[in-house]
């Protein structure tokens, strides 16, 4: 479990203050009660007290080993990342026979890419910019590939500069932070998915991929979902953009996340449908990530609320009226 380090004071207090004060209350009125009437059955003497006291240190002593063993358990993974990373670097370095420039410069550029990857799976865990850190390993040519490729700042190619979606996707990564949000994640997932799909029409790098002796990009209707998700995709990010700067301010509220929720987790599912359909047969094997996250946004669907508690939520605001009950 990775924890914020930033809690204040001001985060914590409005979820426990009601618990204090009620507990408060109630002390007060223990203490006050007995100091008038002295009731010895307001006495408690300190034999319930000390089971009581055993099972809260089990409970805490629990609590403390099963976070050391997560921590531990993802220690060890990237202990053996690591290491799986050396031997494959060791690997192209002995077992590529080809020892004049060319083959010189593909065991460098095989080792770069290797050590590219344990830097862009640490940030991603983070949920920091990869790219700063991919600059000492890879040329500007190759950085500027992989953000086409991978699609996390896709929408710079809908446009001849790309200045407004770069500068937009530029904000959307600087509030796209733990703490903003849900509906944050769900659209990285999408862009994962959106930008492996359109990689798949039009099967780069080649362009080999025919469906019926003709390109699949080359269809209409494959053009037409491909803009649609896009546009999709584009709606969502600004909302998360928009709702994660009234949280910043302090102005956000509770029927604005659920109205973020509803809409980002709706879409998101409809584009990962989408996808797969693109995808054919593909579309439900691993070999692609779609799958994945379709299913990962299903259960998004359940645990960030369920789209008919959002649509209450949102109806209470609209109206007036709960219609929960």
């Known amino acids: 479990m990775i924890e914020s ?20 209350v109630f002390d007060c009125a223990v203490a006050g009660l007995y100091s008038i009437t002295h009731s010895k059955w307001l006495t408690l003497d300190g034999l319930p007290l000390a089971p009581l006291g055993s099972a809260l240190t089990i409970f805490l ?16 993974l990237w202990g053996s990342l690591v290491n799986t990373s050396r031997s494959l670097a060791r690997q192209f370095l002995t077992l590529i026979d080809d020892d004049g420039e060319v083959g010189l410069q593909l065991k460098r ?46 929408f710079t190619r809908l446009t001849a500069d790309g200045a407004f979606f770069e500068d937009m996707s530029k904000q959307y990564a600087t509030h796209a932070a733990p703490g903003t949000g849900e509906f944050w994640s769900t659209d990285r997932g999408v862009q994962k998915i959106e930008a492996t799909t359109s990689g798949y029409v039009r099967n780069l790098p080649d362009g080999t991929r025919q469906v019926f002796d003709k390109p699949l990009a080359g269809y209409q209707l494959t053009q037409a979902k491909l803009a649609d998700m896009a546009v999709e995709l584009g709606k969502a990010q600004l909302l998360a953009l928009h709702l994660g700067r009234l949280k910043d301010d ?48 299903e259960s998004v669907l359940t645990y960030e609320g369920t789209s008919e508690v959002h649509q209450l939520i949102i109806g209470e605001a609209l109206t007036g009226v709960s219609a929960f009950r």
Do not use: M
């Open 61 to 76: 002593a629990f609590r403390a080993n099963a976070a050391y063993g997560r921590w531990w358990e993802a220690r060890q």
């Open 109 to 154: 550029q095989l080792v770069r890419y290797q050590i590219s990857f344990a830097h862009a799976l640490r940030c991603h865990l983070r949920h920091q910019n990869p790219f700063p850190e991919l600059s000492a390993a890879l040329n500007p040519d190759q950085i500027i590939g992989i953000e086409l490729g991978a699609g996390q700042w896709s």
């Open 250 to 297: 302090g102005r956000i509220r509770q029927e604005q996340v659920s109205f973020g929720k509803l809409n980002n987790v709706r879409e998101a599912i409809k584009i990962a449908r989408q996808c797969r359909t693109l995808l054919g047969a593909n579309g439900i094997t691993l070999e692609y990530p779609v799958i994945r996250h379709a299913n990962n946004l």
């Open 5 to 24: 380090d930033d809690l204040s004071f001001r985060k914590i207090w409005p979820q426990a203050s009601r618990r204090l004060l009620v507990l408060l």
